[in-house]
């Protein structure tokens, strides 16, 4: 196992604060098996201050194609510039050397990597790492858990998909998200290993980042609200419409990866069908769905083959929809968001006309100039407790470890007139088992005389044995004795509780 992936919870009882993490993320050529073609590494600390990061693009040997261009934007012209895995594995294991290695779905990228480094003989300690995408699990409530709905629910903003350094920034930026705010520690304790170090031999070739989202389109937005199966290939389906109109030929390329990952063209479809399925009933969960959305929608069942999946759509021509913003970065914060992603709400990355909603938490300072400026626009301002009202969305208490006892003075006491004593029949008490009986102990007096009359018998017995020995007979021995083991036999009876309390010694326990 080259991972062990240590779960971290609200209720965990190692802390994480002063860990420092490495998150990792690849794009290959397939889903599985598949060969990484880019690769990136940012190392954090738990509050999220960045140390250190790099990614390239990996070349994975002469003839490999580059896989879905359309999908990732590699060209197997950009990898014949770009140096292999074992050139630039040093800078890898320099940036992870003392430090939990943390990816969204961290087994599925454990498995790229477990095959990369066996390709080229490198050997390593098993590392501990942590899945983001469980972490979220224990302390978020949301229809999915995708990477880019994750750190929506968050409060981190967009992210570009398919791109190997946003996304390790983004994961990494989650897991202290998750430590820092939600309070989540390991659930066990593990080792860092030692790592080798290894020579770099190769230039790192990094592609060039595109600006970062700053608004979303309704597309985005709603597969941030649908309920997925957190497979990678729904997360790739999901991706594709996050970022722009899905296209024919980048469809067609996605039904590829998954029938060369081992899906029948049955369960593409099947997929597919789900998946449509599902963006439908969030389109259609508020009553309203524009001419425009219809159309997007159908251009997406029509590109995935499915276009059975928006029959008898309801739509309305136009209509006032809700649309939330949530200002925060608090615990609070972050349940509210969930909690409008859950109910199929939009929420909205950035302040425009369409919000309705700008719900506002503690920690955000009564001169920031969205708070005057959404007025200006006719967006309710509220607070979260009011926002939870006003949206008429049920308060989740988040996932995280219980806070310590405050002291609270007690109620004054409330008068209560008398009530009316019901009578009850005695109750039969069960003959089996029956406890053990405590009995009194015995006065000091009765003690005193036990232990001498018990002493001067044992006195009289070790005479008996001297004088059978010296060769007195037995006539004068035996009633020596006799009266020893009398006095010895009456000291225990006077000095025995039973004694004096027949009626409790006569009980049976």
């Known amino acids: 196992?080259?991972?062990?992936?240590?779960?971290?919870s609200g209720s965990g009882r190692f802390p994480a604060v002063g860990t420092e993490f490495t998150a990792i993320d690849f794009e290959t050529t397939g889903l599985q098996p598949g060969r990484i073609i880019e690769v990136a590494a940012v190392r954090v600390r738990a509050d999220g201050t960045v140390l250190g990061e790099f990614s390239t693009l990996v070349d994975p040997g002469p003839g490999v194609d580059s896989g879905p261009a359309r999908v990732h934007g590699i060209t197997r012209a950009q990898l014949d510039s770009a140096p292999a895995l074992g050139q630039i594995a040093g800078h890898l294991l320099d940036l992870c050397q003392g430090s939990v290695l943390v990816g969204h779905n961290?087994?599925?990228?454990?498995?790229?990597?477990?095959?990369?480094?066996?390709?080229?003989?490198?050997?390593?300690?098993?590392?501990?790492?942590?899945c983001t995408l469980a972490a979220a699990r224990t302390a978020l409530r949301l229809p999915n858990y995708r990477l880019a709905t994750v750190a929506e629910a968050l409060g981190l903003g967009g992210f570009p998909a398919h791109q190997a350094a946003p996304d390790a920034r983004?994961?990494?930026?989650?897991?202290?998200?998750?430590?820092?705010?939600?309070?989540l520690a390991f659930e066990r304790r593990f080792d860092l290993p030692r790592l080798p170090r290894l020579a770099v031999t190769g230039r790192v070739v990094s592609r060039p980042e595109p600006a970062r989202a700053t608004a979303g389109t309704w597309l985005s937005g709603l597969v941030d609200r649908i309920e997925s199966a957190d497979t990678p290939y729904a997360d790739l389906l999901a991706d594709a419409l996050a970022d722009h109109h899905l296209s024919d030929a980048e469809a067609a390329d996605l039904a590829a990866l998954a029938t060369a990952a081992g899906m029948s063209s049955s369960d593409v479809h099947r997929a597919h069908l789900n998946f449509v399925a599902a963006m439908r009933a969030v389109a259609e969960s508020d009553g309203i769905v524009t001419d425009d959305e219809e159309r997007e929608l159908r251009h997406v069942a029509e590109a995935l083959g499915v276009p059975e999946a928006l029959r008898d759509l309801r739509r309305a021509p136009s209509a006032d929809r809700t649309r939330v913003l949530v200002l925060g970065r608090t615990a609070a914060a972050d349940a509210l968001r969930a909690a409008v992603l859950a109910a199929r709400i939009p929420l909205a990355k950035n302040l425009t006309a369409s919000v309705t909603h700008l719900a506002v938490a503690d920690d955000v300072p009564a001169a920031e100039p969205r708070l005057a400026r959404a007025r200006e626009l006719g967006a309710a301002v509220l607070d979260l407790p009011a926002a939870w009202q006003s949206l008429g969305l049920v308060p989740v208490q988040p996932r995280t470890a219980p806070a310590p006892p405050v002291a609270v003075a007690p109620p004054p006491p409330v008068a209560v007139p008398p009530q009316p004593t019901a009578v009850l029949p005695p109750t039969p008490v069960p003959a089996w088992p029956r406890p053990a009986a405590t009995l009194p102990p015995v006065p000091r007096d009765r003690q005193w005389i036990a232990w001498i009359t018990m002493g001067t018998g044992l006195v009289l017995m070790f005479l008996t044995v001297i004088a059978l020995f010296g060769g007195a007979g037995l006539a004068a021995g035996v009633p020596l004795g006799a009266i020893g083991v009398g006095l010895l036999l009456g000291g225990w009876t006077v000095g025995d509780p039973k004694s004096r309390y027949p009626a409790i010694s006569s009980r049976k326990a």
């Open 170 to 183: 983004a994961c990494a930026q989650v897991l202290a998200a998750l430590v820092s705010t939600h309070g």
């Open 106 to 130: 961290l087994a599925f990228e454990q498995g790229f990597l477990a095959a990369e480094l066996e390709r080229i003989g490198l050997r390593l300690p098993t590392l501990p790492g942590v």
């Open 1 to 8: 196992m080259l991972i062990d992936i240590i779960p971290m």
